[in-house]
């Protein structure tokens, strides 16, 4: 009889082999939603961000090259310092080809 009994699977309880299943449920289902919840905030950054950039392509770039053309570094400084004050913009750089 002890060969018989080494050859059934260890008895667990009902109540235990649900908990199991409910926790690995509710850990994949948490998993899902967090995955789920990063791409939307990743797309809606991503969207905002390339409207921001749109956005100063727009204003700010014709009025940067009207000042380059006028060589009017005050008024370069003003707009290169209202570009970087944006939530979305990190840091700014313009290069002129004549390397200023």
Same mark, same amino acid.
């Given at each position: 009889?002890?060969?018989?009994?080494?050859?059934?699977?260890?008895?667990?309880?009902?109540?235990?082999?649900?908990?199991?299943?409910?926790?690995?449920?509710?850990?994949?289902?948490?998993?899902?939603?967090?995955?789920?919840?990063?791409?939307?905030?990743?797309?809606?950054? #991503?969207?905002?961000?390339?409207?921001? %950039?749109?956005?100063?392509?727009?204003?700010?770039?014709? !009025? +940067?090259? =009207?000042?380059?053309?006028?060589?009017?570094?005050?008024?370069? #400084?003003?707009?290169?310092?209202?570009? %970087?004050?944006?939530?979305?913009?990190?840091?700014?750089? !313009? +290069?002129? =080809?004549?390397?200023?």
């Amino acid at each position: 009889m002890a060969g018989e009994n080494s050859s059934l699977p260890p008895f667990r309880s009902l109540t235990s082999t649900l908990i199991h299943s409910i926790v690995i449920a509710g850990a994949l289902c948490t998993i899902g939603v967090a995955l789920l919840q990063l791409a939307l905030t990743y797309h809606t950054q #991503r969207g905002t961000f390339e409207h921001e %950039v749109h956005l100063i392509a727009q204003t700010n770039v014709p !009025l +940067l090259s =009207v000042n380059l053309w006028d060589i009017e570094p005050d008024a370069i #400084r003003r707009q290169m310092k209202g570009i %970087v004050e944006r939530p979305q913009i990190a840091h700014a750089r !313009l +290069l002129a =080809v004549t390397g200023q």
